[in-house]
């Protein structure tokens, strides 16, 4: 299938200011881009792309006294498959993991592994390691947190999401990746596209996602503890050690934001 995803998103600023974005596709998914990746700012300022510590596609810009706006769209090709399950998929020992991939065990920004070690261990100690065990995490939390746009802050970790049992995707992934690093099991935070393909409609208005990958018989695979089911239409944008690492835009000043759309729909033959 092919996916056509896009963005529109325009911020307010009373003088120019410094700002990074990150609003590419992920390097992963180039080769299935139909043509190329559009992302152009409005007035024309020039944006500077490099790459992260992490891989990821970042741009640098300075806008202007006013206020700029973001335009992006590109066509993707996807398998049209759901995220791969894989119950054989075994947990590594620690001492056997790959140097670069010891970072997802450690507390990071919103993931505070050293206040939750105990807890998860109480949940999940009797559970089978690997895909077992983080099927049984993500499981957990679904039913543990409860959706709503209005228990969203940019200040909640781990730890808050627990005890309030509150959050949006973010913040149901942030609690099951830090509850797989109290585990042993390397995981890292995800941002991206994900439509409302193979499901039906939801009315309101499409936003970016958060979920997890967990690193389990040497590769990563997906987990959504929002949705606890495979999805079909992924198009990853951004992985770090939680969503501080993925910020769609940073301002080094104030700004505000004025509009946000987002747009991924599969493409209906005519």
């Not at 990746?37 to 596609?57: H, K, L, Q, T």
Request: aromatic fraction near 10%; hydrophobic fraction near 40%; glycine fraction near 8%.
């Amino acid at each position: 299938m092919e996916i056509k995803v896009g963005f529109e998103i325009t911020y307010a600023a009373v003088q120019p200011t410094p700002m990074v974005i990150m609003l590419s596709i992920h390097p992963s998914r180039f080769s299935d881009i139909v043509g190329t990746e559009s992302i152009v700012a409005d007035p024309n300022v020039p944006i500077g792309f490099y790459r992260d510590s992490f891989g990821n596609v970042c741009g640098r810009l300075v806008a202007p006294a006013g206020g700029v706006t973001f335009r992006g769209h590109a066509l993707v090709r996807d398998s049209g498959l759901p995220d791969v399950v894989m119950p054989t998929a075994q947990q590594v020992p620690i001492e056997q993991l790959p140097d670069e991939v010891l970072m997802y065990l450690m507390a990071s920004r919103y993931c505070e592994t050293d206040k939750l070690t105990d807890i998860a261990w109480s949940l999940f100690g009797n559970t089978q390691p690997g895909w077992e065990r983080v099927a049984a995490i993500s499981t957990f939390v679904h039913n543990h947190v409860t959706f709503g746009y209005e228990h969203a802050h940019h200040m909640k970790s781990a730890q808050d999401v627990y005890e309030q049992g509150t959050g949006v995707c973010r913040d149901f992934a942030h609690l099951a990746l830090t509850f797989c690093r109290c585990m042993g099991i390397p995981a890292r935070y995800c941002t991206g596209y994900m439509g409302d393909i193979g499901i039906p409609p939801d009315p309101a208005p499409m936003d970016f996602s958060g979920w997890f990958q967990v690193y389990l018989s040497g590769q990563w695979y997906t987990f959504d503890a929002r949705h606890n089911h495979p999805r079909i239409g992924r198009i990853l944008m951004g992985t770090g050690r939680d969503a501080a690492d993925v910020a769609l835009t940073t301002s080094f000043g104030r700004m505000d934001l004025v509009k946000f759309l987002v747009i991924s729909d599969e493409v209906v033959a005519a």
